[in-house]
């Protein structure tokens, strides 16, 4: 069994933030895999559901961010789970908006969600760091990850959260590759052969019904066409 922690902070006020991007990316998972209806436990929201082989338990912690680590340490020892069925979902400072990066182990680099999951079950779990951008200065960190996402976001945020429920199965799977991979075709998706004929400048010739017939070949010698054309 897995279990896929989302990050974020609980209520509607904060549904928005970018602070609560895990928490996205689990509703759209459960959405598109048609998990269980949402209850709650483990000072949590749960869901359970199948991605491909792997049974998978969805946890978003509703204790607020900075003590996440007691709802994912609880529903850790109930299902007797190790660091290695834990991946976490949560925003990152550290990389540009759009971009996506799977890690096993490391340090919290400051966020408080993984700063208390650390202290309640230790580092060697599985973070997908979901790019934030950072906002230029270190004092205005927490106010920009307490707000909204600004509407030029929608496009890659759409993009990326279809990415992660594109490729969870990848991902319960063990195979992290293939789960960037399903990401990376979201953010750019693939030209078809004509599009891209088409960009490039190169003449695709038209279809045989739509070429145009050859004039008939003139067998008339040259004197013959000569008085053809004064008579």
Request: aromatic share 6%; hydrophobic share 35%; with cysteine.
């Amino acid at each position: 069994m897995k279990m896929f922690v989302g990050l974020g902070n609980p209520g509607p006020k904060y549904a928005g933030n970018r602070h609560n991007i895990g928490f996205m990316a689990l509703d759209h998972i459960a959405a598109d895999h048609g998990f269980a209806p949402w209850r709650g436990k483990f000072q949590g929201a749960v869901s359970e559901g199948r991605l491909g082989r792997e049974k998978v338990l969805l946890l978003k912690p509703e204790t607020f961010m900075n003590l996440s680590g007691q709802s994912v340490g609880e529903a850790m020892r109930f299902y007797k789970l190790t660091t290695d069925d834990i991946i976490v979902f949560h925003d990152e400072l550290d990389l540009a908006p759009g971009k996506v990066r799977v890690k096993k182990g490391g340090g919290h680099a400051g966020h408080n969600g993984l700063r208390s999951i650390h202290a309640h079950i230790g580092p060697d779990y599985t973070r997908v760091r979901m790019g934030i951008g950072h906002p230029g200065n270190k004092n205005a960190v927490s106010s920009y990850v307490l707000r909204d996402f600004a509407k030029a976001d929608e496009g890659w945020l759409d993009d990326v959260l279809r990415g992660c429920a594109d490729g969870a199965v990848d991902l319960a799977e063990g195979d992290s590759g293939k789960f960037m991979n399903a990401i990376g075709r979201r953010i750019n998706p693939p030209r078809s052969s004509s599009s891209q004929a088409k960009s490039e400048g190169v003449k695709i010739d038209p279809a045989p019904s739509q070429k145009p017939k050859p004039e008939p070949k003139d067998s008339r010698s040259p004197l013959q066409r000569l008085m053809d054309k004064f008579s």
